[in-house]
């Protein structure tokens, strides 16, 4: 009963793939969120959804493009992989209201060679 | 405009002894504060959040932290580490009612040694 689920675990892929990161939430939430966590742990948000909705779009190259078919579902789509995106990449979900926390997967370790 | 500064990125403490996390803040509006702590190879989990009630704040696992607006600082606390603390710890500030605009510290990984 994994409230927020991301899969894969680990992607390891050659440069210039295109790849996807699926997110699930099972908390009834209808914001949904994309972080990027580089090697020195800091966090950097990449998209938000509310409701399907796009509410944030960081400054992120647009090979990166988010896909929401409902607001449990929050998929990240990858074209034309760089070194540069290797990363732990983690989705979140919360309420809309900026007092309630957020709840984070696993995350998913991508490594780009 | 906000940020946050963890003024530690990295602490050590002994099994038993307390423990200190320390975290600055600016905020232009009234903030909610978090913090977070992140086991390896898993995602991040909610310690406790300030917004606007207590101000004195207790989480899971015995930490607390206490908001004190004269100091801009969301330290946190624990009177007696345990190893299952080690961990990398996040503070967060965001404006309250605005989930758009969190913003994370850069974080402080604890070691806890026995």
């Known amino acids: 009963d994994t409230a927020v689920s991301q899969t894969p675990k680990y992607l390891v892929t050659q440069m210039g793939n295109d790849k996807s990161i699926k997110c699930e939430q099972n908390l009834g939430h209808d914001t949904m969120y994309w972080y990027k966590q580089d090697s020195k742990k800091f966090l950097k948000i990449m998209f938000s959804y509310n409701n399907k909705e796009l509410i944030i779009n960081e400054t992120v190259p647009n090979r990166f493009s988010p896909k929401s078919p409902d607001k449990a579902h929050l998929n990240l789509h990858i074209n034309s992989l760089e070194l540069g995106d290797s990363a732990v990449y983690f989705c979140?979900?919360?309420?809309?209201?900026?007092?309630?926390?957020?709840?984070f997967g696993n995350g998913t370790r991508l490594t780009v060679t | 405009a906000q940020s946050v500064t963890q003024l530690d990125s990295h602490v050590s403490v002994s099994e038993g002894t307390p423990v200190l996390l320390r975290c600055n803040y600016s905020?232009?509006?009234?903030?909610?504060l978090f913090w977070y702590v992140q086991h390896p190879n898993k995602g991040l989990q909610l310690l406790l959040k300030?917004?606007?009630?207590?101000?004195l704040v207790k989480g899971i696992n015995g930490f607390e932290a206490e908001f004190k607006k004269s100091e801009t600082s969301f330290h946190l606390t624990k009177p007696s580490a345990h190893m299952s603390d080690a961990a990398e710890y996040f503070c967060v500030v965001t404006i309250s009612g605005s989930a758009r605009q969190l913003t994370f510290g850069s974080g402080t990984q604890l070691t806890v040694l026995p």
């Open positions: 979140a979900s919360s309420q809309a209201n900026g007092d309630s926390p957020l709840h």
């Open positions: 905020s232009s509006y009234s903030p909610s």
């Open positions: 300030y917004t606007s009630a207590a101000t």
